[in-house]
Each structure stands twice: as structure tokens, then as C-alpha cells.
């Protein structure tokens, strides 16, 4: 028997957006099982979290198979809250996993393979106890895999109702367009590109976003709080226990003054808002139609609340996006420093 009930109203607490040319509404806020969510995790402030996210009409639930630590463990946690709260809520739920990390050993453990994503998909359903999902992702392009084999393995999966539908990460623009039309051809349109977005992050301004849009593709921003540092918790120094501390994808290296001064004046800038620094870097992502969502992860129910407050304030004057973009100047933060 489920053992959560659901507070009303919800829905009217978050906002909607359509993903590219599809029948999908994404929450404009999404909740990551990347960091947190692992087996060292404690599991009751994991169930909060989800249960406080839902409440906030938060749909989209982002996994992988490769998050923990260890691998699988984020999927596993999600599918004992999944089944212990939400099994009767299931077509309420947009339910995410990639795969083509590093994952089991071995020579079909990773990347892109047939072998690799069908098994990866079937561990994946059992680890979260479900039957299908919603948006299963190539999580990275492969360099050896020939492409068809990928985005036919995709096509493959949806005809066998394990997905709903697929999307691609982290692809260049020209493998993305490639994707994109083969997927076209065989009837399975991409529904979503995931990429990493935010301030310090802007490569994707470019070409993967307009390009997204030209062929009707959703866009789901991750890491749009750039690790963290798009927050106030590095203002004063590398707190103990700080993702910095333990992370391998951030390090206290990248935390240099010229970052430090910037962080500062967008963290002023956001006060005069009305905003913390956090609240209006995800609002900034959501400034831009073709970003259907944001990904945010969360260590407590009181961080994801605040996030979520970046809804109340979604607008920026031209004044003000000048500004952000005289802080930034020409100096983003470098890409290695926050991979995904």
C-alpha cells in the first residue's frame, strides 16, 4: 500500500512547456537524481524530496543508469520511493534514464553499442521498478559505435514499448543533426536534447539551441546552477562537505578570483532582484523559449524549495540582461570544470 498523500492543489504551483514538436508538457523545473540520491544517501530526505517536488507539480524525474554513487544506486533509490508512493500516480510522471557512461565492466559496460543500451535499459527498468519509460537518452555520442547502429537501437526500443520516446545528450551539432533526421525517417522524433546550460555555460547559444528549435526539439538544461556556484555557498569560501570537496567534476582550483568577483556581483544583482543567486540563475536558462526545463538536483527539501521560488520572478528587462552579460564579460567558466 502506498503510504504518501499527495497535497492539492499542484499543478497550478509549477509551469508547463511544450517539448519542441510533441504532445509533451515538461515542468519548467525538473528534479536530477545525478548527485544525492546514491546508496550513501539517507533515504527518508531522498523520499521528502521527491514527495516536496511532486507536491510542486514537479512532473519530469531525470535519471541514469550510471548515477549513484554507486552506479545504480540513484535509479534503485527512485524505484523504492516509486514504489512505495507513486505507483498510482504513474501517468502523472515523466520518467527519464540515459545510457553510455561507464557503467559494468568490461568491453559492453559503456558507450553506445545495441548490446550496451538494451541491456542497460532492461537494469534500469528493474532497478526502478517499472515497466517502461518515458525519454530514454543516449546519455553521450559514441566515437566507435557507427551512428546508425545507436539511433536504430533507439527507433528499436520505443517499437518495443520500453519507451515512450528518445532524445540525445551532449551531441556535437552535426551528429545531432544526423540523429535527428534518421530518427525522423524511421517515425521516433527526437523528443528532447539534454545539454548543460547556464551562465558560465553558453556554447549551446550557438547552434545547439537554434538548431533544436528549427526541427522541433525540446532543450533540457543541466547543471544550469553551473555545480553550485551559481549559488551563494562559495561566496565565502569552500564550506566543509561542499560538493567542491568531493567531486571530481568540480574543483577547488576552477573557484579563482576573477570567478570569485563575478560570482559576487551576480549574487548582489540577484538581491536586487528580489532573488537569491540560485533562484535567478535558473529563471535566466528559463528566459530562453526553446529551454523547455531546467534540471535541479537537491540535498534537502529546504534547498529545493528555494529553487523552486525561481518561478515567481521569470522576467528579465533588457537592463538587466545587459548587466549579466557585462559580469560574465568574455571569460565563461571553462567547460572541463563541469562535466555531467
Known amino acids: 500500500m502506498e503510504n504518501y498523500c499527495i497535497v492539492e492543489p499542484r499543478y497550478e504551483r509549477m509551469g508547463y512547456r511544450r517539448a519542441g514538436r510533441s504532445g509533451i508538457l515538461l515542468s519548467e523545473v525538473s528534479l536530477g537524481f545525478w548527485h544525492n540520491f546514491g546508496a550513501d544517501a539517507e533515504y527518508d530526505v531522498c523520499k521528502a524530496i521527491v514527495h516536496t517536488a511532486f507536491d510542486n507539480g514537479v512532473t519530469y524525474m531525470d535519471l541514469a543508469n550510471n548515477y549513484g554513487p554507486p552506479a545504480g544506486s540513484g535509479e534503485e533509490t527512485f524505484g523504492r520511493i516509486y514504489y ?3 505507483r498510482s500516480h504513474r501517468d502523472e510522471m515523466i520518467i527519464a534514464t540515459k545510457a553510455g557512461h561507464d557503467m559494468w565492466p568490461g568491453p559492453y559496460g559503456e558507450w553506445s553499442s545495441r548490446k550496451n543500451l538494451i541491456a542497460s535499459l532492461d537494469q534500469s527498468l528493474h532497478r526502478m521498478r517499472l515497466d517502461y519509460v518515458d525519454i530514454f537518452y543516449s546519455h553521450r555520442p559514441d566515437p566507435n559505435t557507427p551512428l546508425e547502429e545507436t539511433l536504430q537501437t533507439l527507433v528499436d526500443i520505443v517499437r518495443q514499448g520500453k519507451a515512450l520516446y528518445v532524445g540525445i545528450s551532449k551531441y556535437p551539432p552535426s551528429m545531432a543533426a544526423a540523429a535527428y533526421d534518421y530518427l525522423e525517417r524511421e517515425h521516433v522524433h527526437c523528443l528532447l536534447y539534454q545539454g548543460r546550460y547556464n551562465m558560465f555555460t553558453r556554447e549551446h547559444e550557438t547552434e545547439i539551441l537554434p538548431q533544436a528549435g528549427d526541427r522541433g526539439v525540446g532543450y533540457v538544461a543541466f547543471s544550469p546552477l553551473a555545480q553550485g556556484l551559481l549559488t551563494n555557498r562559495y561566496l565565502h569560501g569552500i564550506p566543509e562537505g561542499s560538493r567542491m570537496t568531493k567531486s571530481k567534476f568540480l574543483r577547488p582550483d576552477s573557484l579563482t578570483p576573477d570567478l570569485l568577483d563575478k560570482i559576487d556581483r551576480l549574487d548582489r544583482m540577484a538581491s536586487r532582484r528580489g532573488q537569491s543567486l540560485a533562484q535567478m540563475a535558473l529563471a ?34 533588457s537592463d538587466e540582461l545587459y548587466e549579466i552579460d557585462q559580469i560574465l564579460g568574455n571569460n565563461p567558466l571553462a567547460e572541463k570544470c563541469c562535466s555531467h
Open 284 to 317: 535566466w536558462d528559463l528566459r530562453l523559449p526553446e529551454v523547455t526545463s531546467v534540471i535541479i538536483g537537491a540535498s534537502s527539501v529546504a534547498q529545493l524549495e528555494d529553487n523552486l521560488k525561481a518561478r515567481e520572478h521569470l522576467d528579465f528587462t
Open 84 to 86: 512505495e508512493s507513486f
